[in-house]
Nanobody, 120 residues
Framework: QVQLVESGGGLVQPGGSLRLSCSAS????????MGWYRQAPGKQRELAAA???????NYAGPVKGRFTISRDHAKNMLYLQMNSLKPEDTAVYYC??????????????WGQGTQVTVSS
């Protein structure tokens, strides 16, 4: 079984920073791309940032220049450094990973999400 567990969410004032972490565990053979999605109340889930196995990154327009995605291959960890946070960044943030688990084909796995609230 594979599990993705996010941490690091919380309440922060506008202009503040948070760092999200995602830990992938289980019978993992190899991880391909990983990413952070977010879902605000009443809205569809949308991509915030993604990173390939080679380290290439992709950011959604609203977060570009403020968020930084990174990963630690050795530890199967994914991070999202969020700076200059705005109220419109308020959402549940989900980690995902495209990976090969033991004896299976490439599949996408999701974490349970962590709440980020930006408010004064």
């Amino acid at each position: 079984q594979v599990q993705l567990v996010e941490s690091g969410g919380g309440l922060v004032q506008p202009g503040g920073s948070l760092r999200l972490s995602c830990s992938a565990s289980g019978t993992i053979f190899s991880i391909n791309a990983m990413g952070w999605y977010r879902q605000a109340p009443g809205k569809q889930r949308e991509l915030a940032a993604a990173i390939t196995s080679g380290g290439s990154t992709n950011y959604a327009g609203p977060v570009k220049g403020r968020f930084t995605i990174s990963r630690d291959h050795a530890k199967n960890m994914l991070y999202l450094q969020m700076n200059s946070l705005k109220p419109e960044d308020t959402a549940v943030y989900y980690c995902n990973a495209d990976l090969w688990a033991g004896g299976t084909s490439l599949a996408r796995y999701w974490g349970q999400g962590t709440q980020v609230t930006v408010s004064s």
